[in-house]
């Protein structure tokens, strides 16, 4: 929808309270698009007090929740945040290199045997310091 201050150039109703808006008059005007291409348009007009008076009452009807953005942090001392950032880094760095390896040479299978080995042991230490990431567990 496209909302705009125009000023009145011929008398209409307004959308809110039904009474005439003079010419010559600021007035907010709306258009509402619907179907493909935008073959239907709808115009609507207020009075900017009524428009005013629309909006701050859809605001009460919808008062304002603050969302909060991103993953919930776990609530740990400084020393564990520490240790688990450290084991996730380890573990990472663990992962890419296992993804680098190439699975033409018999020795680079057993190097990624060996690596899983190693970030299953991480795992099993995350698993003390506030759980393992979901991204960790294996989908059999």
């Given at each position: 929808?496209?909302i ?14 039904e009474?005439?808006?003079e ?6 005007m709306g258009?509402l698009y ?12 207020w ?9 701050l009452?859809?605001?009460n009807d ?12 776990l609530s740990l ?5 520490r ?7 380890r573990?990472?760095?663990?992962k890419s ?5 190439s699975?033409?040479n ?22 003390e ?5 979901q991204?960790w567990?294996?989908?059999?």
């Open positions: 929808m496209d705009r201050m125009v000023w009145c150039k011929k008398q209409t109703k307004c959308r809110h309270c009474e005439v808006i010419t010559a008059t600021p007035m907010v258009r619907k179907g493909q291409r935008r073959k239907l348009t709808i115009t609507l007009y009075h900017p007090q009524c428009w005013i008076a629309t909006e009452a859809y605001l919808n008062p304002y929740t603050p969302g909060i953005r991103g993953r919930k942090r001392p400084l020393d564990d945040q240790k688990r950032f450290l084991l996730i880094r573990y990472n760095t663990l290199r296992k993804d680098k390896l699975s033409d018999p020795d680079n299978i057993l190097r990624a045997i060996s690596m899983e080995g190693k970030m299953a042991q991480i795992a099993k230490e995350m698993e310091i506030g759980g393992v990431p991204k567990l294996i989908k059999v």
